[in-house]
């Protein structure tokens, strides 16, 4: 819900506002526990048993499943809830920012671009392309996607993003839903106390939310981050001014990131990026992050995790984006074993790195901390699942 933004560019929405993005909320609360649920107990009874007596074996992929549960009228309401739900999320927030977008882009036009107190700065290119990908679909059903702007300096996209992604995590990602951010790097910091970057760079960062906690956790480091959408940074700079961090934004394509002859970075991110890349596109970030890192520098990518750690149930239920939510690369990303990302990029097989991080915001620091030394992939239902006991997958490669 929206009374979860607390920095500067909050905007207030009316009662009746309020009470449907809680509605909203509650409601894929609902879809993505009792009704998963029962979908989940569906298949465990009816469909897989049914599969094994036909085809004399498990099924073997989510496709399998996805094919088998189609015809199930859990699976139809699940989804058809689903989707409107998702619809809804967005325009649960559109009329609280139509009537505040005016002075929203005031505010944020007075924040100077190189610096608002903080020092960070925001550095827009109209020459960079918006990519197919982005401009041709309503990526998650959000209407303009990311780079629509509907005057100068608009934010609305920016707004839409972070007040619609508030309704959408229901509260569990902490109330700069940053917890991905938060827990990945406090993570790193614990597992590899000698890593002290002085450069980090986050790719396709949107509003931020994600880079932030980077710059608090590593606050000797300079951070920067690129995304393609221009109202995404204009909003981005506002808010980490306002959230009092230090980030320097820009808008360029993460495949094609021009920084000069500056020296290389320390640590390359992203989170919940890849997986709206089509695959070339996917190939070309890894090989461009390789070339961004300097030696015995470290990338590292959250995502779901991907069908190679999960069994073919959780693979069909991670899938469903790709069919009804305007994710359309979802599938063919998740497909991609994480390994073979690195070494298309460069990355040497034995460098590569994954882990699984408990949520900062859900689980604390005593959990986070007993799964440093832990070396096991285990996915098990918490893991990228939005539940209150939530787990993180990363991956990426040493260079
Ligand atoms: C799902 S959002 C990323 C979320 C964000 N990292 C976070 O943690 O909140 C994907 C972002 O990638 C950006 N994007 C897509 N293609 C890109 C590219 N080639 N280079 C840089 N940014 C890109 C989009 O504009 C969008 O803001």
Same mark, same amino acid.
């Given at each position: 819900?929206t ?12 009662r009746d506002?309020l ?7 509650d409601?894929?609360r609902?879809i993505l526990?009792?009704?998963a ?10 469909v897989?048993p ?9 099924p073997e992929d ?5 094919r ?8 139809r309401?699940?989804?058809a809830m689903?989707?409107?739900c998702q ?5 649960s927030?559109?009329?609280t920012i139509e @009537? #505040?977008?005016e002075d929203?882009?005031r ?5 100077d671009?190189n ?10 290119d109209?020459?960079?392309?918006t990519p197919?990908?982005v ?10 996607c990311?780079h629509?702007e ?12 972070? #007040?619609g ?6 509260g569990l990602?902490?109330s ?6 938060a827990s990945i790097?406090?993570?790193?910091s ?5 890593l002290r970057?002085?450069?980090?760079l ?5 509003i931020g939310?994600?880079?932030l906690?980077w710059a608090r956790?590593?606050?000797?480091a300079e951070v920067?981050?690129v995304d393609?959408a221009? !109202?995404m940074?204009r909003y981005?700079h506002?808010?980490a001014e306002?959230?009092?961090a230090?980030?320097?934004y820009?808008?360029m394509d993460?495949?094609q990131?021009d920084?000069?002859g ?6 390359v991110?992203s989170?919940m990026?890849?997986?709206?890349l ?7 970030v890894?090989?461009?992050?390789? @070339?961004?890192?300097r !030696?015995?520098g470290?990338m ?6 991907? #069908?190679?750690?999960?069994v073919?149930?959780?693979s069909?239920?991670f899938d469903?984006d790709?069919y ?11 497909d991609?074993?994480?390994i073979d990302?690195?070494?298309a990029?460069?990355f040497?097989?034995?460098n590569?790195?994954?882990f699984?991080v408990p ?10 901390k007993?799964y440093v ?6 996915v098990?239902e ?5 539940v209150p ?6 991956f990426?490669?040493?260079?």
């Open positions: 819900m009374d979860y933004i607390r920095h500067d560019l909050r905007i207030e929405p009316t506002e009470s449907r993005q809680r509605f909203v909320s409601i894929r609902h526990g009792d009704l649920n029962g979908m989940r107990a569906t298949y465990h009874k009816k897989q049914a599969l094994v007596r036909v085809n004399g074996r498990e989510g496709v399998e499943v996805h088998a549960m189609r015809g199930e009228s859990s699976y309401f699940y989804s689903r989707v409107n619809k809804l999320v967005w325009r927030v559109i009329p @009537r #505040n977008l929203l882009n505010r944020v036009a007075g924040v671009a610096g608002g107190g903080q020092g960070g700065s925001v550095t827009l109209p020459d960079v392309e197919p990908y401009a041709n679909h309503d990526v998650h059903l959000m209407p303009g990311y629509t509907y005057g100068d300096d608009d934010v609305a996209a920016g707004a839409l993003y972070d #007040n992604g508030a309704v959408f995590s229901m990602f902490g700069e839903r940053d917890d991905i951010g790097a406090r993570f790193i614990l597992k590899f106390p000698e970057p002085r450069r980090i986050d790719m396709g960062c949107s939310s994600n880079t906690p956790t590593f606050p000797e920067h981050a393609v221009a !109202p940074l981005a506002a808010r306002a959230l009092g230090r980030v320097h820009r808008q993460a495949s990131c920084f000069g500056e020296p290389g970075f320390d640590i991110w989170s990026f890849l997986h709206e089509p695959p070339k596109k996917v190939r070309a890894f090989r461009e992050a390789y @070339r961004l890192l !030696p015995g470290l590292l990518h959250m995502e779901l995790p991907p #069908n190679c750690h999960t073919p149930y959780e069909f239920y469903w790709s009804y939510n305007q994710e359309p690369y979802y599938k063919a990303f998740r991609m074993r994480p990302c690195c070494t990029g460069g040497d097989e034995s590569f790195v994954e699984i949520s900062l915001a859900r689980n604390g620091e005593e959990e986070l007993a030394s832990r070396d096991d992939i285990t098990d918490n893991t990228g699942r939005l006991s939530i787990r993180w997958y990363c990426g490669a040493w260079k």
